[in-house]
């Protein structure tokens, strides 16, 4: 499976940014995908996540991005295609971005290149 992010970018504090990530390969061993980020200096921290369509399509984020960030998955015959829709983007935002799957074949996890989202204040 590769994994390929896009959308990061600058933007102002309380606009809107969205994420992508392709996924390819075998994406019929994907299950549940996510969004993390790494802040400077802080530990890499799960953003949201939802699972596969088979197992419901259900969805999860961390407390500081509820209500203000949605993800979702799209998936067609040879990719899934992974978005973050982030909306009132805040400073403390500011961070690389990994998306991230999991799934039923070796080697069990895949992480797509960090794409720099940066909230200017």
């Known amino acids: 499976v590769q994994l390929q992010a896009s959308g990061g970018g600058l933007v102002q504090a309380g606009g809107s940014l969205r994420l992508s990530c392709a996924a390819s390969g075998s994406i019929s061993s994907i299950n549940t995908m996510g969004w993390y980020r790494q802040a400077p200096g802080k530990q890499r921290e799960l953003v949201a996540s939802i699972t596969s369509v088979t197992s419901g399509g259900s969805t999860d984020y961390a407390d500081s991005v509820k209500g203000r960030f949605t993800i979702s998955r799209v998936n067609t015959w040879n990719t899934v295609d992974l978005h973050l829709q982030m909306n009132s983007l805040k400073p403390e935002d500011t961070a690389v971005y990994y998306c991230?799957?999991?799934?039923?074949?070796?080697?069990?996890?895949?992480w797509g290149q960090g794409t720099l989202v940066t909230v200017s204040s």
């Open positions: 991230k799957a999991v799934g039923s074949a070796w080697p069990y996890n895949w």
